[in-house]
């Protein structure tokens, strides 16, 4: 056990590194898909399952917990490891991207960001220093900083000014962390589709001698090729022995292309959340068991998987269940989901490991493209 936050790369095949993070509540490994948890709660899913599934890091959302329950109530009943009982690293967001999508009302200046919540419609105010505080509040081990993520398509000027303004906000946002043992923050790269601002936001946030990077303003509609191209400029730009967090990805192929790339964590409601909507991630590509097609198909979704989920119940059956509206259809997709997301981070750190990125990667296309014969 370590008091300390620790990266260590163990193998690197092409860009793409196989690390570490020892933290105090525990060590994730590299490349890692983080569920969402942003409530308290990954939706559908008992946390000891989740751990189970072999996650060992989950996100909670500053915005959502700040609002409901409140971040001083969390911090009153011991924390958010305590409250949710998770008592593994949490990586919490820290509202910006959340109020940006689903405040009202709301406002942004140098101060901050100011809005009207979705819940009650009572006014916040947020900046960078409050961020970071209610993160600290949250008990949260890696902390993001305040930032904000540009919509696109933007104009140049308007992406540098927004990315200047996140530069600005990671400083404070590291006077306001100081020294918290054992915790990380991380700062995030901004500069839209531009590769010289996505360079120069690197390169300043570099100089700040964070604990991590994340990579932000992506996975907001833009065409893969556009992301992977900005991937392509920023991880070269970026500490070698830290680690790098590609925010909101994504699909199978983005993390398996992004890993090929340099990124090593990952978050995103696409298991959780396509679950909830009937939607089956596996390895011969996604199942949507709403279609008609399945209603009377006795197969499960992957007899090979050790995943009950996935490998005991009938398309047929998951198919009624959705059809249905049951509960149980979104817990069973959800656990599928989350367990194939796992498989496939832990496919990737082996083939890292064994030096076979490449091929493992085309195997996993490969499958994907076969469907579901
Ligand atoms: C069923 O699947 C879905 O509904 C669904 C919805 C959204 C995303 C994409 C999420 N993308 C995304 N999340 C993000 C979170 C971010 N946080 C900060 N602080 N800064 C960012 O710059 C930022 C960018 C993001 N991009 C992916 C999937």
Same mark, same amino acid.
């Given at each position: 056990m370590t008091q300390s936050f620790q990266f260590s790369l163990l193998a690197t095949d092409g860009a793409a590194r196989r690390g570490e993070v020892s933290m105090p509540r525990g060590t994730i490994r590299t490349p890692a898909f983080m569920p969402v948890g942003t409530a308290g709660t990954v939706k559908a899913m008992y946390m000891d399952q989740v751990r189970d599934l072999g996650?060992? /890091?989950?996100?909670?959302?500053?915005?959502?917990? !700040?609002?409901?329950?409140?971040a001083e109530r969390v911090a009153r009943l011991g924390g958010l490891h305590e409250f949710a009982r998770w008592p593994h690293? /949490?990586?919490? #967001?820290?509202?910006?991207f959340q109020v940006m &999508?689903?405040?009202?009302?709301?406002?942004? &200046?140098e101060k901050g960001v100011t809005f009207k919540s979705h819940?009650?419609?009572?006014? $916040?105010?947020?900046? *960078?220093?409050?961020?970071?505080?209610?993160?600290?509040?949250?008990? &949260?081990? /890696?902390? !993001?900083?305040? #930032?904000?993520?540009v919509a696109l398509p933007a104009e140049r000027d308007v992406i540098e000014r927004s990315m200047e303004l996140s530069l600005r906000w990671a400083d404070r946002c590291k006077i306001a962390f100081g020294d918290q043992p054992g915790r990380a923050m991380f700062g995030i790269v901004q500069g839209g589709d531009d590769e010289?601002?996505?360079?120069?936001? %690197?390169? +300043?946030?570099t100089g700040l001698d964070l604990k991590g990077y994340a990579v932000g303003g992506l996975a907001v509609g833009e065409p893969q090729p556009v992301m992977l191209a900005m991937? #392509?400029?920023?991880? *070269?730009? @970026?500490?070698?022995?830290?680690?790098?967090y590609l925010m909101g990805v994504g699909t199978p192929d983005d993390i398996v292309k992004s890993v090929q790339r340099g990124i090593d964590m990952f978050d995103c409601v696409m298991p959780t959340r396509a679950g909830r909507h009937g939607l089956a991630y596996t390895r011969h590509g996604k199942i949507n068991l709403r279609n008609a097609r399945h209603a009377e198909d006795s197969r499960p979704l992957d007899a090979e998987s050790d995943c009950p %989920?996935?490998? #005991?119940? &009938?398309? %047929?059956? @998951? $198919?009624? @269940?959705?059809? %249905?509206?049951? +509960?149980?259809?979104? !817990?069973?997709?959800?656990?599928?989901?989350?367990s194939y997301y796992q498989s496939l981070m832990q496919g990737l750190r082996d083939a890292i490991e064994a030096g076979r990125l490449a091929d493992h990667a085309a195997a996993l296309a490969e499958g994907w493209a076969r469907g579901d014969l």
């Open positions: 996650a060992d /890091i989950i996100l909670g959302n500053t915005y959502h917990l !700040m609002l409901r329950p409140g690293p /949490i990586l919490t #967001d820290s509202g910006g &999508s689903l405040a009202q009302l709301r406002k942004l &200046s819940i009650d419609g009572v006014v $916040h105010e947020m900046s *960078p220093e409050r961020s970071i505080e209610i993160q600290g509040l949250l008990g &949260s081990d /890696i902390q !993001m900083q305040l #930032d904000e993520c010289a601002l996505r360079v120069r936001s %690197a390169e +300043a946030l991937l #392509d400029a920023v991880c *070269p730009a @970026l500490p070698q022995h830290k680690p790098r %989920a996935a490998r #005991d119940y &009938s398309r %047929a059956y @998951l $198919h009624h @269940l959705v059809k %249905a509206g049951e +509960a149980l259809g979104g !817990m069973l997709l959800t656990w599928n989901n989350l």
